[in-house]
């Protein structure tokens, strides 16, 4: 069979071609939730950078799914598909297609390697709080949100360069509402068997080993938390991570549910569950973020005698990191690391 140029392949997204009302009403739907996840994600990042009280590593972090994993995700693709819903033509091309798969599949990437990051930052907040100002820095900060946009650009571009490799005989339909890349190798006419394992190797250490490591920090959180005495302060420790939580649950719920579902005969089913995972998970972001979490009214854990007091808390709900570190006095023959709170002395 003769191979085909890339350069002169035109993919047909099929959507759900079979089903043109319930394409008009995907429009409508998808356009709406669209515009609430660019409003809801730009209005959360002005408000990050503008409220001095959220210029934390957690809202930095936070800030980050936003921008990468949400708008730059969400635009990916869906300004394209509203496009193709209203047209009979459902046409892109193979550059278009391999920009749209691979900006998609990188900040997909990302998110993963995000979110396992975030679990350190809890994990520090929780275990280490009186180290943690000192660690969790901005240049920090800066360097593992940089780590995990370099790891998914390069798993993307990993799998992204393997793909278009591929020739091509003619076979150009995709079942689906974008360039998925499963289904864009599966239309090459040669073995993909190293294409399907790069992807599975992919989906192993980009989805599971951040779930693995998100798994074990929260083990040592809850070791934590449950040496606490109070109620009120395991109430507090627990809420400074209910967002993180709420978006892992969300973020790994919908993705397992995908993967572990039994396989319907109508691909409609599936593309639409696809669907929402696109939509639906990036508008939830916002509200999800606006919970309350008391990071600031993170524990003050005095070592006495091996037991965890928490019953002290901060003065101010917005006391920053640097303001934080100032109120310790480092003891004499102590690691310059650790950082012991002061007792004021007794009026005499």
Same mark, same amino acid.
């Given at each position: 069979?003769?191979?085909?140029?890339?350069?002169?392949?035109?993919?047909?997204?099929?959507?759900?071609?079979?089903?043109?009302?319930?394409?008009?009403?995907?429009?409508?739907?998808?356009?709406?939730?669209?515009?609430?996840?660019?409003?809801?994600?730009?209005?959360?990042?002005?408000?990050?950078?503008?409220?001095?009280?959220?210029?934390?590593?957690?809202?930095?972090f936070?800030?980050?799914?936003?921008?990468? #994993?949400?708008?730059?995700?969400?635009?990916?693709?869906?300004p394209?598909?509203?496009?193709?819903?209203?047209?009979?033509?459902k046409?892109?091309?193979?550059t278009?297609?391999?920009v749209?798969?691979?900006?998609?599949?990188?900040?997909?990437?990302?998110?993963?390697?995000?979110?396992?990051?975030?679990?350190?930052?809890?994990?520090?907040?929780?275990?280490?709080?009186?180290?943690?100002?000192?660690?969790?820095?901005?240049?920090?900060?800066?360097?593992?949100?940089?780590?995990?946009? #370099?790891? #998914?650009?390069?798993?993307?571009?990993?799998?992204?360069?393997l793909?278009?490799?591929?020739?091509?005989?003619?076979?150009?339909?995709i079942?689906?509402?974008?360039?998925?890349?499963?289904?864009?190798?599966?239309?090459?006419?040669?073995?993909?068997?190293?294409?399907?394992i790069?992807?599975m190797l992919?989906?192993?250490?980009?989805?599971?080993?951040?779930?693995?490591?998100?798994?074990?920090?929260?083990?040592?959180?809850?070791?934590?938390?449950?040496?606490?005495?109070?109620?009120?302060?395991?109430?507090?420790?627990?809420?400074?991570?209910?967002?993180?939580?709420?978006?892992?649950?969300?973020?790994?719920?919908?993705?397992?549910?995908?993967?572990?579902?039994?396989?319907?005969?109508?691909?409609?089913?599936?593309k639409?569950?696809a669907?929402?995972?696109?939509?639906?998970?990036?508008?939830?972001?916002?509200?999800?973020?606006?919970?309350?979490?008391?990071?600031?009214?993170?524990?003050?854990?005095?070592?006495?005698?091996?037991?965890?007091?928490?019953?002290?808390?901060?003065?101010?709900?917005?006391?920053?990191?640097?303001?934080?570190?100032?109120?310790?006095?480092?003891?004499? #023959?102590?690691?310059?690391?650790?950082?012991?709170?002061?007792?004021?002395?007794?009026?005499?």
């Open positions: 069979m003769e191979r085909t140029n890339w350069t002169e392949i035109e993919f047909i997204l099929q959507g759900l071609s079979e089903y043109p009302r319930a394409e008009k009403f995907l429009f409508v739907m998808c356009l709406v939730m669209y515009l609430v996840t660019l409003l809801g994600n730009s209005t959360f990042i002005v408000l990050t950078l503008l409220d001095a009280c959220l210029h934390t590593p957690m809202y930095f936070l800030g980050n799914l936003s921008f990468l #994993g949400k708008i730059w995700y969400t635009s990916s693709f869906i394209s598909m509203l496009i193709h819903f209203l047209s009979e033509k046409t892109i091309s193979f278009r297609c391999v749209q798969m691979s900006v998609s599949y990188t900040m997909g990437s990302t998110e993963c390697v995000l979110l396992a990051v975030m679990a350190y930052d809890r994990y520090m907040a929780i275990c280490n709080p009186l180290r943690y100002p000192i660690i969790m820095g901005k240049a920090l900060c800066i360097q593992m949100a940089a780590l995990s946009w #370099g790891l #998914g650009f390069l798993n993307s571009l990993t799998e992204t360069v793909a278009i490799r591929l020739p091509f005989c003619g076979k150009n339909v079942n689906h509402f974008v360039c998925e890349i499963l289904a864009f190798v599966k239309l090459a006419c040669t073995d993909i068997s190293l294409n399907e790069i992807i992919g989906n192993v250490i980009f989805l599971f080993s951040p779930l693995l490591l998100i798994c074990i920090s929260y083990i040592f959180i809850l070791s934590t938390v449950l040496r606490i005495n109070s109620a009120e302060g395991r109430k507090k420790a627990f809420s400074t991570c209910s967002v993180h939580l709420t978006v892992v649950i969300v973020f790994y719920g919908t993705i397992l549910f995908m993967y572990m579902k039994p396989k319907s005969k109508d691909s409609a089913f599936d639409l569950i669907l929402f995972y696109g939509i639906v998970t990036p508008m939830l972001n916002p509200i999800i973020y606006s919970l309350r979490n008391t990071e600031h009214d993170v524990l003050e854990p005095v070592r006495n005698k091996g037991e965890v007091n928490a019953e002290e808390q901060l003065s101010s709900p917005c006391q920053s990191p640097r303001s934080m570190k100032g109120a310790y006095t480092q003891e004499e #023959g102590v690691d310059p690391s650790t950082w012991m709170r002061t007792t004021p002395a007794k009026k005499s």
